[in-house]
């Protein structure tokens, strides 16, 4: 039984025209300061109403008294004063016939029987006012469409097709943060808070049905109507993905959602099998949720859970490999006539099977050639590469490290070889210009400096992106020589998900092969 | 049964006055041009000798048509040509009384019967003339106290206490990368390959016994003589940390370790087993190995398992006491006491349990009053503390989203505003200043711009590091919004570790928790 059904207007929350904001503040820090200093931070340009009886101007904006004496209609009405005082507050929304309504006060139903009473008293009257409320002790809301960045903390998510709706507003705010670092859009953000009349279904409708969202994230503490969640995921699952970081596991878990939230989290066993029914994907972590995020928006769903792997040194195969079984992934069993077609060019002792170890080879075209031929390949579903993806700060490394620090090595301690040291350095290049391209079955072979360009991580990309298009295969590359910041400059900058370790890679490729399994088995269901 | 029982003299390895390079060529990408090209870079000063019969000078040196014509002694002999004519020149080493080689030819057991046949052929020459083999198919060796980075790849480690054998040399190289950019510092590396004639054991025993290193870090994809190297590894755990993590799990994990290095995996579960009992750590994934070195190599042993948890917003305590189960964590239960002195200073709604949210307050003061409450107290075994660290990053970005940004879109988009705008931020600014200190139990308070110092990393790190020095117990900080390059920059300047993720911050926490729980066990035993 849901007592909150009256009629909801989402679409004023997230592309209000005007918001007004109780409690504003000119204190540094407050709540009633923070919230409208980053809706102005973040290019909100609709209008904006500061309500303070105290002050005669708050940011610059005249301040009224109270909510009735703001003189336009009010879309948004934002709530940043003690919780003892929010009741009166939407007693007064309700006059003015607002219908949505962030609360960030707490001292609500988290804290005990009294903040309960209030929670369940706002609540009543927000629900016989037909007020949606985000909150209370919510961190706010996000909206691309209208640039409106109605958070508690200055947070300017990248635009994207990601909704995103969380339990905990600083967990929340921070994923975005770690979004922004990887190159991750978001379409929206709510923070859910206490939930006094909404559910964490009721933004997944939302999302379900919105345009401008491609992919659903979710992290969840404890859900009032259960049923009701896993029937509006099961509408959504067969056309977006949903993926869900479940918090509450094990006993110890389960205590720290109940300080936090006030959520009973349940028995999390059963809640993932039931997710998993549902279609829901499941990330196992806060960093796994962007990485999910990331990937699930950005590559295509694979057809099966065949997996192609491509390295350039056998440990980082094995790395990788060694997650297939737990994440029920399969080493592709590469046909006869890919195996001879890698054997014209690679060094005769690489591996000869999938995880292809192409052994230290450095001749880029190669790294290529093994990327189509497994690509291409009807055996592999998906494909992970490692060490052909160098990183946005590799090449000035190594600049430096391969010429600048033996040069100086060399003036320094053995200076008077220096000449002769430079000497056979040019031999060396030219000699390596002028055999490029040979083929050397017993060693890794030279690098051919006419690839220099190749080498680039744009022009692998480049290929990915279109072997990715061709043949709506996955293709996770794996920056093993880089860090963070490298990565997301690559994902904001071309849109396709790499991953920095090899375990994280298989984890996503686990993650989309269990989707496809599910959305194979629902065409099924109704194909019959 | 070992038969390869002579004595070995790996002091001549780690620190060799001289190192010859049969095999050194010019040509730009060749093994024989990157080792001894990143010997030069890494700094080494000893004497170098080029053996090359087709050149005249190799990167400068005078090159010699064979090792025999090398007019003086060699301490070590780096072999970088093809497997077929290595046991030659093994024949004339073992004349000139060289007793290491470093072979990183590839093409031997890894690569089927014939390449078996001829690395037993090239073992029994070693061992017979008393040569102890790196190798073959390794990627090298690296040494602090030469300054010798014996390496196929430029990578020129943090000097540091962390001893690492690596089964995989190209996994080896890129985790003392990793390392490198999480403030790592390494004292010896050893691509151990394909191990012919020495076993992790041996190095393992070097390493352990050696005073350059205080933790040792290995990854192993198969061990020979595995009762041997457990009997090491209990006499190494009681004094230092032993951290290994251990490819080839699953089915397809050990396919793929079988294909890489001709090793036999074996059940995992069992080798787990016997590394529990051992002492020994295990590190589950790539990334964790260099979180385990970070962290065992920087704070101290706990003396439990009791873990303080404090964070400023709860979604991260809940996502941090998830896995305190899985881990072998306990939440801390703090005594009355602690709860009445922390609630002297909190808002009222603070969680008043462990995790201890502190509900977004903004007095940095409190943040170390919590602190010094939760370590000093007797049944707090660990801290670990989520949202108090900022970040390198922090202050420029928070500057201009909190200030910049806003001033921006004001002159964009309100200009006749502007004036006010200004006028309003300086009387909060103000108002802000007079009333610092003040307490709002009902609210989350706001900034006191007079704790501007204390927000720096510097000057939390600092009373960390105080506070692990006065309690000996680990105090973990989660640096929850930013990167890697900052948590890096903040450990090569401080030497603490700190982690980049609640759940990373636990498993470590976990790590160290089972160490202290085998060092207990063996304390007990010795005693009884």
């Not at 409320?133 to 469409?145: E, F, L, Q």
């Not at 290529?368 to 592999?380: G, L």
């Not at 160098?390 to 000035?396: E, P, Q, S, V």
Request: net charge neutral; aromatic share 8%; glycine share 10%.
């Amino acid at each position: 039984m849901r007592e909150n059904n009256f009629t909801r207007d989402f679409d004023k929350l997230f592309n209000p025209r005007s918001v007004a904001v109780v409690g504003a503040s000119n204190m540094l820090g407050k709540w009633g300061f923070n919230m409208p200093m980053n809706m102005i931070g973040g290019g909100y340009r609709g209008d904006l109403y500061m309500v303070n009886p105290r002050e005669e101007r708050v940011l610059g904006f005249p301040a009224y008294p109270s909510l009735k004496d703001i003189p336009a209609p009010v879309d948004l009405l934002v709530v940043a004063i003690p919780a003892r005082k929010v009741a009166d507050v939407l007693g007064e929304a309700a006059e003015k016939g607002i219908c949505n309504a962030i609360v960030v006060s707490s001292n609500f139903g988290e804290v005990g029987e009294e903040g309960a009473r209030m929670e369940r008293q706002v609540a009543d009257i927000a629900s016989q006012a037909g007020i949606s409320i985000v909150g209370p002790n919510t961190m706010g809301i996000y909206s691309k469409t209208s640039s409106l960045c109605c958070l508690g903390a200055p947070v300017f998510p990248l635009e994207g097709s990601v909704g995103f709706v969380s339990q905990s507003g600083n967990l929340g705010v921070q994923l975005m943060t770690w979004g922004y670092r990887k190159g991750v859009g978001f379409s929206r953000f709510v923070g859910s808070g206490n939930a006094a009349n909404t559910d964490i279904s009721d933004w997944l409708e939302y999302l379900g049905d919105d345009t401008e969202t491609d992919t659903i994230i979710l992290y969840i503490e404890g859900i009032k109507d259960g049923r009701r969640f896993l029937e509006v995921a099961r509408r959504i699952t067969p056309r977006k993905p949903v993926i869900a970081l479940k918090a509450g596991k094990g006993r110890q878990g389960e205590r720290a959602v109940l300080s936090h939230s006030g959520s009973l989290a349940g028995p999390f066993e059963l809640f993932r099998g039931a997710m998993e029914q549902a279609g829901i994907i499941e990330a196992e972590t806060t960093e796994e949720l962007v990485d999910l995020a990331a990937a699930f928006s950005s590559l295509p769903i694979p057809r099966g859970a065949r997996v192609g792997v491509m390295t350039l040194g056998g440990g980082w195969g094995v790395a990788a490999a060694d997650s297939f079984d737990r994440e029920g992934l399969e080493l592709a069993v590469l046909p006869q006539e890919v195996i001879a077609e890698l054997d014209k060019f690679l060094p005769s002792f690489w591996s000869h099977r999938n995880p292809v170890d192409i052994v230290g080879n450095v001749q880029r075209s190669n790294h290529f050639r093994v990327i189509d031929a497994m690509a291409t390949c009807d055996e592999v579903d998906m494909l992970i590469t490692m060490g052909t993806l160098l990183g946005r700060d590799f090449w000035l490394e190594n600049m430096f490290k391969t010429s600048v620090r033996p040069f100086l090595s060399m003036l320094r301690y053995r200076t008077t070889m220096l000449p002769f040291f430079q000497l056979s350095i040019w031999k060396g290049f030219r000699e390596s210009l002028s055999r490029r391209g040979e083929r050397n079955p017993e060693g890794s072979g030279g690098i051919n400096p006419g690839e220099a360009w190749q080498w680039t991580d744009t022009a692998i990309i480049r290929r990915i992106k279109r072997l990715m298009q061709q043949e709506r295969k996955p293709i996770i590359a794996v920056a093993v020589n880089e860090g963070e910041r490298s990565a997301s400059f690559r994902m904001r900058n071309s849109g396709v998900f790499t991953a920095t370790t090899p375990e994280r890679a298989v984890r996503v490729a686990g993650k989309l092969a269990r989707y496809s399994r599910f959305l194979a088995a629902q065409a099924k269901k109704a194909g019959a």
